[in-house]
Each structure stands twice: as structure tokens, then as C-alpha cells.
């Protein structure tokens, strides 16, 4: 239904027969012109002219109905003799609040009937109409007749119609109240019904409009996306022709959508200031705000799109705003029914752009993380909680051999690559690579042998670590590992050339060796030797047994690599052991002073060649890496402890256990040295007069631990440096009883 203010004239429609008959028959012809015409769009119109047509004493119908929207009372039309006068005055009275007057027959809910210009007149300004025609035609005409006709349906009141005459004679011929009134009660059903009606299409176009905003969040590919499908379909709702729609980015504002007139005066990809107005109003209100556009308004160029209202609503999605609506309406009094609309939608909007926002961020991220993975030259190969492989890159595929694309689940992986340790055993189920990051461990240089897809056999060495979930649960596994077969298969020809040239240089060595020691002593002996000759044979014999040294550590490597470095452990009395090699020391080495302390005798039971190599290796660290004439000491004692796993626990009534003690006041180490000082070729370089291969606290280490002992370092930059080795007084059987005394024998 239109409530646009229209008049027609008398002879637009064809007059009903009427002559002579009754005045309910006519009326009710009235009734039935309508109940004909209940689609036409021009109901209101055509219902005060069909009255003014039926009922020739009434020279002007008056139509009042109350808007659904904001209860405002307003003409919507007028037939008659006054109708084209009345017309320009009508069409921009409002009734508001319209049940402001006392006489007004929606609050009695009766019809009534004023007699008297001046009532009339003065009826209307209490009502708050301003309307000079009205006023002029109820007090310039000596007879002023109006019947006051209200429009109820059930308990709503749809509005009044008003029968006006200003002749005398006339307003006695018209019908009785009764019948006027019941053919006001049938225009009321009539209105009634195309108000619905038209209300229900507004709904039905509402949702068409909603379920297209609906598909529109649904359906974006990105936040521009969104923008532009849900900008349309948004302002339809609201009923807006021009809309636009601008979004948060780096603390300012992009225009990333505009409709209708919007889009003739504002650029796309303009760039707004969210701390300038009406932005800012409206960042500050937190909700929607209405302003109406003039010369002083930042936005006042808007006026020459045919804009003069605006209504802008903040998109929320927490304390900051993630974009503005804002819809413009042609003029002052447009725009109230869009708030509900607005404040409904806009949250929604807002969430959906909060979301399309974090996929799109969450999607460059997975594509830049996808792009580091597939650069890698390490495999690496992610499975969900259950096993399920979801993402492997080429390089997994290759240095596995496998096409991954048909393997799904964990299991099948590692029955395709029949994992077995280094030393030929199956590895159990529990204890393969993803199995361990699934039970929440996490590991780094686990060397395992598999069996590629191309039936190759190859060494692997894995890192692994579980994928946490946001309530901490884990969500699944990942593994990083590289091909270690090349570098196994290079590691051991060194270790055979190592052995090789290492037994080869043993003997003329040990020759070397002899005769320096021999000529060092005649040196020594000489009553007329000279100083300089001694201190020249003592630092040949020093040089002897460095080299002496470094040929026996490699010798030592290559054994335990090999796996026959073996122990003779026999009884034997631990301090003389101790004294001949502190005697070595100070013979090879007068610039630092060593003092052996403990007990006279102290027995053990150990491989005495290998305890004599401990402590030269320490003392020749010692001695290295401090400065001339410090001392170092030994210091030896009992105590009464377990050694479990690398556990030193101290208990009355344990074993007996000895603890030798090799202090030095050199230049001590950080911690970062300490962690890895028994490490294989690891130098700690905190000397110029650092030397060697890296290989003596290793070998030492692992001495003893096949002792069934310990040994640990104290150290701090600057203060010197203690280690301590914890040996069981009763050492485990040896592993071959009959092992030659000849092959562990060192050359020192």
C-alpha cells in the first residue's frame, strides 16, 4: 500500500447507481467496490473517492492512517471539491504523538461529529497540526459539518476517516452514524488487509535480502569478497539505495564496498581517519549513530549525490571497531525503521569479517608454512592424533622411496619401511619415530635402519615432538629426518684409516719413545750436562708422548667403534698407579707443580692400564689449559655410594666406591663447554694453547662407564676447573675373562 498523498477527481470512476435508492445500498455498493479493488495500490485514494461518489452531500473525504513504523499519524489521501488545494498543505502533515488531542476518535473509539469550525481548527492544534488550509476551511465557512470516522480492527486502530461539508443543508442528508460507521469498520478490514499484505511481501523481500546476506558470508573467498556481496544485500534490508562499507586495516580505514549514489562521489580503496568525524562519534558511541549532512559537515560534498542523512553503525567485534557501515537516505525524516536492521545485522557482519579476516590470515600462514616445508631438504611428515598422515613434502617422499600419497596412516609407514635398530633388532611399535611424538615425547637424533621403497636399506635420523591442541591435549605428531647412509659409510673408512695408520705409527713410535726416555735419563745423569740440553730432551720426551697420546685415542676410537674395546680388570692397589703417573708429570712438565693426596694404599679393582690412562688424559688437560707454575692436584678418598644409571645416590652401607679429584687453577670453562665436553672431537677453545683431536675425555668417559662408574666437571671462567671420577671398588667381571693384558695396553 502507497502512503503517498494523491487526489483524483470526481470524474475519474464511474458513479455508482444511486438514484433514489437508500443510503445503506449505496453504501454497501461502496463495500463492494472495495472488497474488488483490495490489490490496487491506490486503496486508500480510491476508498475517500468512492465515499465522496456515494455520498454527494460530502464534499471532501479526508483519509488519516497511522504508519506501522513509527506510529505517526499522516494524510495519505483526499477527494473532493477541496482536493486540489488541500493537496500541497497535506502532503507533509504529521500527527505526532496522534493520540495527542482529547477529541480524537481513536482514543473513544467512537465516531464523532464537530459542528463548529473553530472546534475543528482548534482541535487540530492540539493535535500539533500546522496546517493552514485545514484551519481556513473550518472557520471560513459559516456551516462546517465533520464526521469523524475511526478505522479499528479488533483493538488496533488503523486511523480515521474524516466526511467534511460545508454546506447546512447537505449535512442533514447525510446516512446516520451507524451506517457511516459500519462502512468505516469495512474500509478498516479492507486497509487492514492490504496492510498486511503489503507488510508480509516486506518481510518475504526481507528475507530474500537476509538469506542473500547469509549466502554472501557464507560463500566469500576473502574479506574483499565479503564486502562486496554483503554490501547489496545489506542495504536492501535496511532499505538504502546508497551504502558503503569500510573496513579496519593497520589503524586506518579502507572504503572496500559502495552502492548507488556512494559510488559516484567516493573513490574505492579511499583510505578514511577512524580518529576524524563522524567516524569518530561513532567509534566512540560503540553504536549507531544518525547525522543529518550540512554545509559545516565533513562529509557535506555528499549532499550533491542527493544525500542529506546518514546513518553510520560501527561494526563490533570487541573494543575496537573492525569496519563502519554507512547507509545515506535522501532526506531528514528517512531512515528509522534501518535501526532494528542494523543493530541485528551488524554484529554478524562484523563477525563474519573477524573471521574471513583470521582464515585469510590463517590460510597465508599455512601457505607460507607449506612453502618452508617443501624447501626443506629434510623430510618432514605431520599425522593427526589417530595416525592419519596429513601432510609429507617431496623430500620425505624421496629419501624414503615411498609414494606418501597412498600410504594413510602411521602403521602402514612403518610397515613399509621395516624399521629396525643399528644393531639388526625390529623396533617395537611403541618406540618408532611418530609413535614417540604421539605419546607426547620429544626426542632429537634417533638413528634407526630402514628399508626404502626401493629395497634399499639406509640409516635415518629422526627428531620428533607431539602437536599440542589449544586445551593442551595432544592433537598429533611431527618428524624432521635425514638420510645418515653416506655419512655412516664415510664415518667408518676414516675410522679404518684412522686404525690403520694409528697401528702403523705404534711401533716406530714406541721405538721413538724408548730411546728419548733413554737419552733423557743419560741427560739427567751427566754431572757436566748443561741446562739447556736437559730442558731441550725434556721437552722431546713431552712431545713423544703427546704424539704417543694421539696415537693411542685413535686407536682407542677405533676399537670402540668396532666395538672390542674391551677391559682385564684384576686387584690391584690403586695409589702406586696414581704416584707413577704424577711422577711422569712433573718429569715431562716442570712448569706447573702436581701434588698427589690420599691414603698409602687403597685397593680396586680395575683395568690398571686404563685407570693410568684417565688420569694422564686429566692431567694433560690440567696442565694444557693452565697457566705455568700453578699447581694441580690429585686428591683420592673412599665414600659409600650406588651408581645406577648415571645416578650418584650417597647411602651409609652402600658400596664402597673411590673418588679421585684432578684440580687445576686454569682458566676454567662457561657452562656451555661444560654441557659438551665429553662430546666426540669437541675442543673447548678457551686457550691459545688449546691442541688435540677432541678425543681424550671422550675415551676417558667411556672408560669409565665400562668401569660401571662416573665422571662429572666443576667449572667456572676464571676459577679453575675440577673433574671427578667415581669408580665401584668392585668393578663388573670383565666381558672376556681371557682377554690378552697385551690388547689393552696403551703405549704410555
Not at 464511474?14 to 486503496?43: I, K, M, N, W, Y
Not at 705409527?505 to 743419560?522: E, F, H, I, T, W
Request: with cysteine; glycine share 8%; proline share 6%.
Amino acid at each position: 500500500m502507497s502512503e503517498r498523498f494523491e487526489s483524483l477527481h470526481q470524474s475519474s470512476l464511474p458513479a455508482p447507481e444511486r438514484s433514489g435508492a437508500p443510503h445503506a445500498v449505496v453504501l454497501l455498493g461502496v463495500v463492494a467496490q472495495l472488497t474488488r479493488q483490495l490489490d490496487a495500490p491506490d486503496l486508500p485514494l480510491r476508498a475517500a473517492r468512492l465515499v465522496v461518489e456515494a455520498l454527494p452531500m460530502v464534499e471532501t473525504a479526508l483519509l488519516w492512517l497511522v504508519s506501522r513504523a513509527d506510529r505517526r499519524l499522516r494524510p495519505v489521501a483526499v477527494a473532493g471539491a477541496q482536493a486540489q488545494w488541500l493537496q500541497p498543505a497535506l502532503a507533509h502533515m504529521v500527527v505526532e504523538p496522534w493520540m495527542g488531542g482529547p477529541a480524537w476518535p481513536l482514543l473513544q473509539r467512537q465516531a464523532q461529529v464537530l459542528t463548529s469550525g473553530a472546534a475543528y481548527a482548534a482541535d487540530l492544534e492540539a493535535l500539533g497540526v500546522q496546517a493552514e488550509p485545514l484551519r481556513r476551511l473550518s472557520t471560513d465557512r459559516p456551516a462546517f459539518h465533520v464526521v469523524r470516522l475511526p478505522l479499528l480492527v479488533g483493538g488496533d486502530a488503523l486511523g480515521v476517516l474524516e466526511l467534511i461539508t460545508t454546506q447546512g443543508q447537505a449535512a442533514g442528508a447525510l446516512p446516520d452514524l451507524m451506517t457511516l460507521q459500519a462502512v468505516a469498520d469495512h474500509l478498516a478490514l479492507a486497509l487492514d488487509y492490504v496492510q498486511r499484505a503489503d507488510e508480509t511481501h516486506r518481510l518475504q523481500r526481507r528475507l530474500q535480502a537476509f538469506d542473500a546476506l547469509l549466502a554472501a558470508i557464507a560463500s566469500a573467498g576473502d574479506v574483499q569478497q565479503l564486502a562486496e556481496r554483503a554490501l547489496p544485500a545489506l542495504a536492501h534490508l535496511a532499505g538504502s539505495e546508497h551504502a558503503l562499507l569500510a573496513l579496519s586495516e593497520d589503524g586506518q580505514v579502507r572504503v572496500a564496498a559502495l552502492t548507488g549514489a556512494l559510488a559516484t562521489v567516493v573513490d574505492r580503496n579511499t583510505w578514511l581517519a577512524p580518529d576524524a568525524e563522524p567516524l569518530a562519534e561513532a567509534g566512540r558511541a560503540g553504536s549507531l549513530i544518525v547525522q543529518d549532512l550540512g554545509p559545516a559537515h565533513p562529509w557535506a560534498a555528499l549532499q550533491a549525490a542527493g544525500i542529506a542523512r546518514l546513518t553510520i553503525m560501527p561494526l563490533l567485534a570487541g573494543p575496537t571497531p573492525v569496519g563502519f557501515l554507512i547507509l545515506g537516505w535522501p532526506d531528514e525524516q528517512a531512515g528509522d525503521e534501518a535501526r532494528a536492521i542494523l543493530e541485528a545485522l551488524a554484529p554478524q557482519l562484523a563477525l563474519a569479517i573477524v573471521n574471513q579476516q583470521r582464515h585469510s590470515a590463517g590460510l597465508r600462514e599455512h601457505r607460507l608454512l607449506s612453502s618452508v616445508i617443501a624447501s626443506l631438504n629434510e623430510g618432514v611428515i605431520i599425522c593427526d592424533r589417530l595416525g592419519r598422515l596429513t601432510l609429507a613434502n617431496r623430500a620425505a617422499a624421496s629419501l624414503l622411496g615411498l609414494d606418501l600419497a597412498l600410504i594413510r596412516t602411521r602403521g602402514e609407514l612403518m610397515q613399509a619401511l621395516q624399521v629396525r635398530s643399528l644393531d639388526g633388532h625390529n623396533v617395537p611399535p611403541e618406540a618408532l619415530p611418530l609413535s614417540r611424538a604421539l605419546q607426547g615425547e620429544s626426542y632429537t637424533d634417533y638413528e634407526v635402519e630402514v628399508t626404502r621403497g626401493t629395497g634399499e636399506r639406509a640409516i635415518l635420523c629422526f627428531s620428533g615432538a607431539p602437536l599440542y591442541a589449544d586445551d593442551g591435549s595432544i592433537a598429533g605428531g611431527v618428524i624432521v629426518f635425514r638420510d645418515l647412509t653416506e655419512q655412516k659409510l664415510h664415518d667408518a673408512a676414516r675410522s679404518e684409516f684412522l686404525a690403520v695408520a694409528a697401528h702403523e705409527l705404534r711401533a716406530p713410535l714406541a721405538a721413538v719413545k724408548g730411546y728419548a726416555d733413554l737419552l733423557l735419563q743419560r741427560e739427567l745423569q751427566r754431572p757436566d750436562g748443561s741446562e739447556r740440553d736437559r730442558r731441550g730432551m725434556q721437552m722431546l720426551a713431552r712431545q713423544i708422548d703427546h704424539l704417543v697420546q694421539l696415537v693411542d685415542n685413535l686407536l682407542n676410537l677405533s676399537r670402540l667403534d668396532a666395538g672390542r674395546f674391551d677391559l682385564y680388570l684384576q686387584p690391584v692397589d690403586l695409589m702406586p698407579l696414581l704416584e707413577a703417573c704424577v711422577d711422569r708429570m712433573r718429569m715431562g712438565d716442570p712448569a706447573h707443580q702436581f701434588e698427589l693426596r690420599g691414603p698409602e694404599s687403597l685397593p680396586l679393582v680395575c683395568d690398571q692400564l686404563r685407570v693410568q690412562q684417565v688420569l694422564t688424559n686429566l692431567l694433560s688437560n690440567a696442565a694444557r689449559y693452565s697457566p705455568a707454575g700453578t699447581q694441580v692436584t690429585v686428591e683420592v678418598w673412599t665414600t659409600s655410594c650406588t651408581i645406577e644409571g648415571g645416578v650418584v645416590t650417597e647411602l651409609d652401607g652402600a658400596e664402597q666406591c673411590v673418588m679421585i679429584a684432578v684440580r687445576d687453577q686454569g682458566v676454567g670453562m662457561p657452562p656451555e663447554v661444560q654441557a659438551r665436553i665429553f662430546d666426540r672431537y669437541f675442543r673447548a677453545n678457551t686457550s691459545a694453547a688449546a691442541s688435540g683431536l677432541g678425543l681424550g675425555l671422550y675415551i676417558t668417559r667411556e672408560i669409565v662407564l665400562r668401569h660401571g662408574g662416573k665422571i662429572w666437571v666443576e667449572s667456572a671462567p676464571g676459577q679453575g676447573t675440577s673433574v671427578y671420577v667415581l669408580l665401584p671398588v668392585q668393578a663388573a667381571p670383565p666381558r672376556d675373562a681371557a682377554a690378552p693384558a697385551l690388547a689393552n695396553q696403551s703405549l704410555g
